[in-house]
């Protein structure tokens, strides 16, 4: 194929206005070496960024839903050709039919182009690996949202073992903030032996640069949902690049 600018793929990129890890994270890639594939964000509006109750949360999530198709209609227009949601609570909330139902919504708005949510990317790189039977997660939210992405796996048939939210206070610094001390400690707690695999939820709280050396020091998949979605998203567009450094995922999958 004749070389140029996104030959391979040109990935249209759904992230909160607050959000700061996911094009961290998706320069990783970059800077690894991955050609021929651009990415192109869009940013929904994120008005109400108080995380601090369930309540709060619950607001947040609902003004979101306004503004994310306006994100997507404006990305669009780059003519993608593939779309990826870097943002997840949303993605897990309802489990299974709430995401289906997220899903359809964006469906109906993207036509026949190829989507990746965090929800869809975690359950693909658990299956991926197979024979993961029980997974705890570390997430930055609050107790609502830590029921949500409960009733997510347990209904994609997994066991969990503990989910570990950081109960971050607002969508910004709190969650992009948060220090790696507070990462590793986190995984500390929920990780047991009868743990097959640990995930990171919350796209905002960006693990990519710790969490290849917990999953080497621990011998099992840690898994961070950013690197799951870009995983996911460059699958599903016939990329099959493995790099080093960045996990088992990409370094077997």
């Not at 108080?50 to 209609?73: A, C, M």
């Not at 039919?97 to 182009?113: M, S, T």
């Not at 347990?154 to 971050?168: D, P």
Request: charged share 20%.
């Amino acid at each position: 194929m004749e070389n140029y600018i996104g030959h391979r793929a040109k990935i249209g990129v759904i992230i909160p206005s607050t959000n700061t890890a996911v094009e961290y994270d998706l320069g990783r890639f970059m800077a690894a070496g991955l050609r021929g594939v651009t990415w192109h964000p869009g940013r929904f509006f994120v008005e109400h960024t108080d995380l601090s109750s369930d309540d709060n949360f619950i607001h947040f999530l609902e003004l979101i839903r306004e503004t994310i198709p306006h994100s997507v209609r404006d990305v669009l227009t780059c003519n993608p050709t593939h779309i990826m949601m870097g943002m997840s609570a949303e993605t897990f909330w309802g489990g299974i039919d709430g995401n289906e139902a997220f899903i359809g919504r964006v469906q109906d708005q993207i036509g026949g182009l190829g989507l990746t949510t965090g929800a869809n990317a975690v359950i693909d790189a658990l299956e991926a690996f197979g024979g993961i039977g029980k997974v705890s997660v570390l997430t930055p939210y609050q107790p609502i949202g830590d029921a949500n992405v409960l009733q997510f796996f347990t209904e994609s048939g997994y066991e969990v073992g503990q989910i570990h939210g950081l109960k971050c206070e607002n969508t910004t610094d709190a969650i992009a903030g948060t220090p790696f001390s507070q990462v590793f400690e986190a995984v500390r707690q929920i990780d047991g032996d009868d743990v097959d695999a640990i995930i990171q939820v919350g796209t905002n709280l960006s693990t990519g640069d710790v969490f290849p050396t917990i999953e080497k020091m621990l011998g099992k998949p840690v898994i961070p949902i950013n690197v799951a979605t870009v995983w996911h998203a460059l699958r599903h567009s016939g990329v099959e690049d493995r790099f080093d450094g960045m996990g088992r995922l990409f370094e077997e999958f």
